[in-house]
């Protein structure tokens, strides 16, 4: 169990080596879910070489068919009517800010704390084999399912605020999250937005630009650190799919006009640095793989 302390010092922090932390993060916290990485035979070879990318830049960003089996892909298919069906609800409703809500510039379609049924098609996208086992490669363990969700952004007219503003996320030393857009994003439609290398071990890890607010940095002040010509904007068309460690610097969802609706997944250890959201009604009778059952969410086959 990781302590207290440990959780605070490494809160939405970057680490630029493999330090002692990592090494009891890893080799202790999750010490089992390492060892089922290293030495389960994994069925897409292809997982290997796109954790690696990862680890080159922290982020990717394609087709859903490239980080989809073609079970994934059919249960995105579900799903994507699932949410859209209740975005058009939503939107109904939308007439500004939503003032009731943490973050006012979006509607959470599928709340990250919410309880799933067995046979959800989110859950059947989030414990993908072959997605599991690319995030697998990355962090170096067989990765815990955190949360799902389902977003709607729009234009409320106002200057960006929270997530729209350069951050990095608390979840775990290593996180892996990503985006699903069952939309067209454009430039105008709030695009995730990334800075590769920033994530722990990447080239820019150690980057701290000088900034007022405790959490959240503008693109001026990120600007006087490191110029716009190194982020990435992850604009595309419906079925695009993002993975993201987002310990590295990140933002979106300022719609400037149209809106964004997307699926979000987070992947993270055992040992997160916060508690674990999603939940599952009952376990899941489709299982093929062990890898899905370790990330399932209740499941204590690799309980640290």
């Known amino acids: 169990m990781l302590s207290r302390l440990f959780r605070r010092r490494h809160k939405r922090t970057a680490l630029p080596k493999k330090n002692?932390?990592?090494?009891?993060?890893?080799?202790?916290?999750?010490?089992?879910r390492t060892w089922q990485a290293k030495f389960n035979k994994r069925e897409y070879p292809e997982a290997k070489q796109l954790g690696l990318d990862l680890e080159e830049a922290g982020i990717l960003c394609g087709s859903s068919t490239t980080y989809l089996s073609e079970d994934g892909q059919s249960a995105l298919a579900e799903a994507s009517e699932l949410v859209?069906?209740?975005?058009?609800?939503?939107?109904?409703?939308?007439?500004g800010p939503q003032t009731g809500q943490r973050k006012k510039y979006l509607v959470e379609l599928v709340r990250g704390v919410s309880t799933h049924d067995a046979d959800s098609p989110l859950l059947k996208v989030a414990l993908d084999t072959k997605l599991l086992e690319i995030v697998a490669s990355y962090l170096g363990l067989w990765p815990s399912l955190y949360s799902i969700g389902a977003w709607l952004n729009y234009p409320?007219?106002?200057?960006?605020?929270?997530?729209?503003?350069?951050?990095?996320?608390?979840?775990?030393?290593?996180?892996?999250?990503?985006?699903?857009?069952?939309?067209?994003?454009?430039?105008?439609?709030g695009p995730f937005c990334y800075?590769?290398?920033?994530?722990?071990?990447?080239k820019h890890a150690n980057l701290v630009p000088v900034h007022k607010d405790s959490m959240r940095i503008t693109d001026e002040e990120m600007a006087t650190a490191i110029g716009p010509g190194n982020w990435t904007t992850c604009t595309g068309p419906a079925g695009t799919m993002i993975l993201a460690d987002t310990v590295g610097y990140h933002r979106g969802g300022y719609a400037k006009r149209g809106n964004r609706i997307l699926i979000t997944l987070t992947y993270t250890s055992g040992t997160p640095m916060k508690p674990r959201k999603a939940q599952v009604k009952e376990k899941p009778a489709w299982f093929k793989a062990q890898i899905q059952k370790a990330a399932s969410p209740g499941d204590d086959l690799l309980r640290a």
């Open 20 to 32: 002692a932390a990592y090494l009891i993060w890893r080799y202790l916290g999750n010490a089992n």
């Open 195 to 202: 800075i590769p290398g920033t994530q722990s071990f990447g």
């Open 84 to 95: 859209l069906g209740l975005a058009n609800a939503a939107m109904a409703n939308v007439k």
């Open 156 to 189: 409320i007219g106002e200057p960006p605020m929270s997530s729209q503003l350069w951050h990095r996320d608390p979840e775990d030393l290593k996180i892996i999250k990503v985006f699903i857009y069952l939309v067209d994003v454009d430039e105008e439609r």
